[in-house]
């Protein structure tokens, strides 16, 4: 969620019957998603105490109920008005009915989607306004009660920069509307219309001391008073005198800052006033400032309006006082309790204003309560406004016209919606939280909302469509639709559950008389002749024709006596010829008016089906999106299925693709999905998701895999699942083996490049023989993660690489022998080529090589050099002594060096398995190219479960500047270009290049997890980041063939920002520090690898600035040990050469003669 208003309570008021408890469950889903930000301490969905309470009443006891709340947590036994001393609260009222949705006007949903929002629901007007005004409107204000109404669309500009210093009173927010539209509306009445640029606020004499307070200079002036000319923006008090005389008072901002917002105090409230009211209420513009639903009571207003729900008759509008027995009071917010702040009325005036005696006291309580203080207007430049009304016109154009630049959200055709036929939707029309199939066509101008339908079907223009279910297609097929409003609802009839259609005309108008009005678009007398139907059928004879309207029509089938219930019981109305049986079921059917449908509507049963509509596309989507291999995240769909308790369906649906796929790269991302779903279902808890992932329990379905058994695999998976959702403990470690099994299936798809892998026949060196290998380290400078897989062979990648001598010399090596005795010895030499062994490990067994893909197991690497090589079968029946000595007469002894610290981040163990490789290969009698190698270490890598892409051999094993890329497609194939640098370039780059080592390390393996895991979730961020990889690597490329030093440090910096986005928490502090402290005398800087620590290379805007930079880090705190390496451009690659050994010799290996 962006940043914005942190809430201490949001609460939903609801009418009396609407569904509370549904109301309840939806706000803490969306306090579940984030959508609430971070720490509502109260979140309440509160039903007014009677149904005729009113906007007034309902926000009195939505103030008591929080304030009563927040009190008890705070540990008060009574209601203590300290509680909204710095509370800042908002209250969101429902309020009436609405036509055109059966959960009101603020659960419409709105043809939008929040791409970023971490969990995927439809967006309603709630959610818009919710969105509003934490993070638009609200921002800067002080602690108080912020009021708003539901019933409108509301579009705020992203900083309305709304002038809150010192702010004291009440303030409620208008929009700039047409004299036209206002009308049939409420405007403000303002003392001072101010423009932009001005801070103007017009106050009346008693509140001076407040303005003084506010910064205003105020000054008066004696009788005979005169304003002065004034040049700079003013203060008018318009309705009073100076306390002396009776003048009006003057003053002047003290300061002034420019402001979009006008600003001035309200003198009146009117509504659908007269053109001359209006005109009255106009600014320079000639626009007229709206009432848009929203005010703003600070904590002392707010705390003096809840002082007054203690005092008859205003304790009739609070839950307190109906338990209490006071008869019941009906209040509005705006023209009750705002307007007794107006300036510009008297108290005789305002509680002459209300209806009857109780509503009179209320007003006169209201005025000795509140009229002190002041009523500000804010009026939002470019703001937009759209009231929900119940014109069908209206409704259907605000859900197919695309809202205002100033709204958060942008509609779209589709949204939250499958298609099958999406070139069927023409422009303009919308689709909301529908599931299509087949042929739909939709006109422009027309709305389908949570259906769920079968084509073919044509839905012609001015048409809303919602509710409708699968089973309600085949009435709609061949009946093409045009003007028409049809609607599923979910109704109780006392505790019966039921559904039932209405149906009615874009034209029609609920409320007016018959005699002047239409229904289905026509005159009530054109439909009862075409019909049959009669006005007795419709009305009571009783019934006065004034009241005779759409309204009150019993036009809608509720029940039959034998029958159920179709879509057909109203559909026949559209065309009734012929229609005798039709007419006759009609009567004898238990009919409703839309009057009597509204108290009986089940919201709860209507959001419930909203949600297994949302779910079952949703399952639509994850195919789609799997199969199609396209690159939308999943995860905030994984998210709001597992909060909303959908996650089982999604399993199956997951475990369904993952076993019919055809592609095992479809199959991996599915599993690696169903890991996200376990994590989720965790709730953060259980454990880091990065973990082991060979138990046992888990050997059969991963067997299944690694036979090719993709489907069976899947189910013995799903099985096992069953056993581990008991805890998040369990659920994580469920997770971890879902992405132990994705990683059997990435390697397999790797293991696709083993066809590029060619070794050829060699001569066979003598026994005791050494074949020695010699390798450069490599730096990256651009690109690295883009090789990584899954992400090399779906995206695609390129890498610019170096390959690097470090302190003149190649740092990493390996050289093999055959000896006499069949076994396998293997040693690590440590950092140099002629040291003791550190470790030495003998292998006389096959299953002494069984933990070859245990990464930290001794020797595991070199294991795996010898089965990925050949030389070794693995598994096998036949002995590993029975195997050297049939294919080599005996055994062999490797030993492997590397002068790099562990976790360099320069290549080190791809590039050393690749030594080893060429040298195993070497001694073996075959020899293998650098393109095969390069490949080949691909392979090991797998089989090692290291993972890890081809950068780093590309690096090591092929010499000098180059660029290595790989096409999105499979079997993976590493192509390298040579990048043709400016004669003498190298030279220069190497005199401008140095290693700072700083003394971090890091296992780029936990790295790795992390980034795989967000790959396969699709996050938006790291899609993006993967196609500037590799753009930013072709760029570095043409830098170097350039010569350009800046351009390629400006490619290092973007190559930073890069590595970081992939994988957050790749730049300890200490780094930070150290590349700020030479970030003036560089061109750029990276960590090398994938970060976390090892090795930092900078490129110096100086050559040969050694010692100057060791001088700059050491006057530097916090850096620990660190050490600086000069760095050269390796251009002649590995070297391997076969040498001699005399056994009566005491030379040290390395010593020996070449052959």
Known sequence: MAAGVEWTAIVLTCRRGGGVAALQRELELRRRRGALGRRPVLVLALEDPWAGVGSGGATLNAVLVAAEHLSARAGCTVVSADALKEARILILHTGREFSFDDCGRAFTCLPAERHRAAAEAPVCNLDSLLGTVTRRLCVGSPPGVWVCSTDMLLGVPSVPEIDWEGFQGVRVIAVPGSQAYARNHGVYLVDEQVGNSSHIQAVTPAWSPLWMSRGFAVSWTRSPCAVPEVSAPMVLWMHGSCPCCGCLAWGSPKSSSASSCSQGLVRDIIYKGTEAQIQQCAGPDGTVPLVCGVVFFSSSAAEQLLATHVIPPLDACTYMGLDSGAPPIQLSLFFDIVLSMAGGMTEEDFVKGGGDASVRRARSVLWTALHAFPLSVACIPDASYDYLTTAASDHIRSLTLLPSSTSHLRFCKTAHSHVDQPLLLEDGSSVTNCLLEGAVRLAAGSVIQHCHLQGPLEIGPGCLLTGLTVGSSSALQGRPLRDVVLQGHHVRLRELPCRVFT??????????????????????????????????????????????????????????????LGLEDVLWLLAPAASGDRLARWRAAWRMSWQELLPCLDKAAELGARRDLFFLQGQRKVRRMLLGRQDGSLLPLIRSAVYEGYHEALLSTLDEVASTADDAGIAARALACIADVLGCMAHGEGGLRSGPAANREWALAFGHLESGDIAGGVRELATERQKWMSSPALLVRAARHYEGAEQILIRQAVMSSCQFVTVCPAELPPLGHWVQVACPARLDLSGGWSDTPPITYEHGGAVVDVAVLVDGCRPIGARVRRIGEPELRLASLGGAPWGEAAVELVCHELGQLENYCQPHAPGALLKAAFICTQIVQFPSQKPLRDQLMENFGGGFEVHTWSRLPHGSGLGTSSILAGAVMAALYRAAGKVAGTESLIHAVLHLEQRLTTGGGWQDQVGGLVPGIKIGRSEARLPLRVEVEEILVPEGFARILSDHLLLVYTGKTRLARNLLQDVVRNWYARLPSIVQNADALVNNAEECAQALRQGNLPLIGKCLDVYWQQKKCMAPGCEPLAVGRMMDALQPYVYGQCLAGAGGGGFLYVLTKVPQQKEALHQILAKTEGLGNFSIHSIEVDTGGFSMEVVGCDPNSSAHPGEDTAM
Do not use: M
């Not at 009615?504 to 229904?519: H, I, K, V």
């Not at 009530?524 to 024709?545: M, N, S, V, Y």
């Open 503 to 564: 149906l009615t005309g874009r034209l029609d108008d609920w409320q007016s008389p018959a005699e002047e009005a239409t229904y289905l678009n026509v005159p009530w007398a054109e439909f009862f002749h075409r019909t049959g139907i009669r006005k007795g059928d419709l009305w009571d004879a009783e019934t006065p024709q004034k009241d005779r309207c759409l309204l009150s029509a019993r036009l809608f089938p509720v029940l039959h006596a034998s029958e159920a």
